[in-house]
């Protein structure tokens, strides 16, 4: 199994999509990029963590790729926003890819530069990943919990 890494938004909408996607075997929300150890959703909420609401994504590299996950992560979300996805504001709605090696951010800086070549003014930071933080468990696979939807994440054809 493989792992994979990204901030897209809210994390609630992020983890709706990937647990839904081919090859996907397990996904967990948590925090990213900040300097606090074991932030609480309270202290990334109020800006002074520095963490990205990310999302861990563990998939089977038999049944699907880094790069088709990748192509997802750009297809549920916008990542032309800076600091927000729809109606959520606040830097840890920031997108970002969180890279664990250099194959993976060579893959992220391609299909930055495919999109952008689409006419995209992309806002994705792709940024080398550190401790991923999972978030409380409340926050675990939210939708599936309360039966709801995304309501700031769509997918977009985008590749």
Sequence with gaps: MKKAYFAGGCFWGV?????????VVSTRVGYMGGHKENPTYEEVCSGTT????TVEVVYDPRETSFEELAKLFFEIHDPTQINRQGPDVGEQYQSAIFYLDEDQKRIAENLVST?????????????????????EERHQ?????????????????RF
């Design 50 to 53: 520095g963490h990205l609401e």
């Design 115 to 135: 999109l952008e070549g689409k006419g995209y003014r992309v806002a994705t930071q792709l940024r080398k990943a550190g401790v991923f933080w999972p978030a």
């Design 15 to 23: 983890e709706y999509f990937f647990k839904r996607a081919r090859g």
């Design 141 to 157: 696979d939210y939708y599936g919990k309360t039966g709801g939807k995304p309501y700031c994440h769509f997918y977009v054809k």
